[in-house]
């Protein structure tokens, strides 16, 4: 469920590291709890964002969500295909359904968050 | 830390669990908020059938010679108007006119009356009646002696009478009998909170289940599907019905929501009267309108509506509509402002959205 890959955040995004480059998204765990997902708001390509500060929002039918940066950097792409299929972020949060690419700033921020091992029992504990 | 208080559960919780339903608490009591997802519940209910568990809601029961009187000195509508089988919609009010609660009358004989109320609010209105009780009448907490579960949709007529011989056609709206259902002794009445045909019964606990499953089974050749409280909400928001906490509450009066139709001033004293007699004369200061959001973004409960750039009411509920794929909601506006086709803003996240007034109900079903 949760790919080795990537690493995640309590806030529920997660990160996936190529090279120098973050891509963003939020958890399948993040999708369920809210829903139908109806919106999503990014932050324009060239903004700076920081670790832990608001990056975006998603809304769904029943609730709105800040999403926080779990890296910091610089947005190179958003997923423009979710503005017009919001949906996806329910049907493949991890994979298609990323939401922003960005040039890190602090690569050592990543290898801080947690594993998949480590985010299953979070949200295990959370329940 | 405190510890929360344990949520209160209905005799179907361990069915939701079994369908996996996402749990909330709802006013102290887990309740699903979805099962499959709100989007694919709501559009079964407005084109087959949906089962909801509203069991949480409260039931009380007034009976005795002066049953009737009871209930008219405590609530607004007119009950004792009502033929023995018939329901209607009426309010709760404090002295000062503000609503104690809205709730259900059903008149099951001319001494005893049946009411449906608020699951959050049934201590409150039971203590509340009780206070107000000098009649020879009994008042009681009933609520652990009822499911109630709710059977909406255009296909819920035809779902429901495959387990009951009661002529489910020959109920009228807002009406209800007392029969069988799958066996088992239930109140079936013809009432709803979705703003489409439907009914909801009243069924001993210990059956819940077994019922459930039966009518399950009865509505799955039109696609049944259980329907959490997240529908039950963007159902009855389409139908601008109003909700407790929402568009009414202790500070509103049901002719700032709107509810005139519940209210009958000629019918003799009741708790509230004085005070909407004076609101009549003097007029209301704010009403409660429908709007749909023009720009990007959807307007929820408590967010800040503007008039002509300042501020002048509030959001009280907020949704996309799955049936007309717009963004709707309710709001109150200073009652001189409150015309359909005005522009106002509603403010989304410090960011002030175009929104237009709108007539209501946002949905009307083919009938």
């Given at each position: 469920m949760y790919p080795e890959n990537l690493r995640y955040t309590k806030e529920h995004e997660w990160v996936r590291v190529e090279g120098n480059t973050g891509t963003i998204g939020i958890t399948d765990h993040a999708q369920q709890e809210l829903g139908d997902i109806v919106y999503v708001d990014m932050p324009k390509v060239g903004t700076r964002v920081e670790q832990g500060k608001t990056l975006g929002s998603v809304e769904s039918v029943k609730a709105v969500s800040d999403i926080?940066?779990?890296?910091?950097?610089?947005?190179?792409?958003?997923?423009?295909?979710?503005?017009?299929?919001?949906?996806?972020?329910?049907?493949?949060?991890?994979?298609?359904?990323?939401?922003?690419?960005?040039?890190?700033?602090?690569?050592?921020?990543?290898?801080?968050?947690?594993?998949?091992?480590?985010?299953?029992?979070?949200?295990?504990?959370?329940k | 830390m405190a510890a929360a208080p344990a949520l209160r559960a209905t005799p179907l919780n361990s069915v939701h669990r079994a369908l996996r339903a996402k749990l909330v608490d709802f006013g102290g009591w887990e309740m699903p908020v979805q099962y499959s997802g709100i989007l694919h519940e709501h559009h079964a209910v407005r084109s087959a059938v949906g089962l909801f568990d509203v069991s949480h809601m409260g039931e009380i029961e007034i009976r005795g010679p002066e049953a009737g009187q009871l209930m008219d000195f405590v609530a607004t509508n007119h009950a004792q108007k009502l033929h023995i089988g018939q329901a209607q919609y009426s309010a709760l009010l404090y002295p000062h006119a503000g609503f104690v609660d809205d709730i259900l009358v059903h008149k099951v004989a001319e001494d005893h009356y049946f009411l449906c109320v608020n699951a959050s609010n049934q201590d409150k209105d039971f203590e509340h009646i009780r206070g107000l009780n000098q009649f020879q009448a009994e008042v009681e907490s009933a609520g652990q002696r009822y499911v109630q579960l709710a059977i909406q949709g255009p296909k819920a007529p035809a779902t429901l009478q495959k387990l009951t011989p009661v002529d489910l056609s020959a109920i009228r709206y807002y009406w209800f009998a007392d029969g069988i259902v799958a066996g088992t002794p239930a109140r079936i009445a013809h009432t709803g909170y979705t703003g489409e045909d439907g009914f909801e019964i009243y069924i001993p606990p210990g059956e819940a289940e077994r019922i459930w499953r039966r009518v399950m089974e009865a509505g799955a050749e039109f696609g049944i599907l259980p329907c959490g409280l997240g529908a039950r909400n963007t159902l009855r928001l389409e139908a601008a019905m109003s909700l407790y906490g929402h568009e009414i509450d202790a500070s509103i009066s049901p002719f700032e929501a709107g509810l005139d139709w519940i209210v009958k001033l000629n019918k003799g004293g009741f708790v509230g009267r004085e005070a909407l007699i004076r609101q009549k004369e003097s007029g209301i200061r704010r009403k409660l309108m429908g709007f749909e959001l023009r720009g990007r973004g959807i307007g929820r409960d408590g967010y800040e509506v503007y008039v002509g750039?300042?501020?002048?009411?509030?959001?009280?509920?907020?949704?996309?509509?799955?049936?007309?794929?717009?963004?709707?909601?309710?709001?109150?506006?200073?009652?001189?402002?409150?015309?359909?086709?005005?522009?106002?803003?509603?403010?989304?996240?410090?960011?002030?959205?175009?929104?237009?007034t709108v007539e209501t109900p946002f949905y009307k079903r083919a009938k």
């Open positions: 926080y940066a779990p890296v910091s950097g610089d947005v190179v792409e958003i997923n423009q295909t979710l503005a017009d299929a919001p949906e996806k972020l329910n049907e493949d949060p991890h994979g298609e359904a990323w939401l922003v690419k960005i040039r890190l700033s602090v690569p050592a921020e990543f290898e801080k968050l947690m594993s998949a091992a480590e985010y299953q029992t979070y949200i295990g504990a959370e | 750039g300042a501020p002048a009411g509030w959001v009280t509920s907020g949704s996309p509509s799955p049936a007309l794929n717009k963004n709707i909601g309710l709001c109150y506006l200073p009652a001189d402002r409150a015309q359909t086709g005005r522009a106002i803003q509603v403010m989304i996240r410090h960011q002030p959205v175009d929104a237009v």
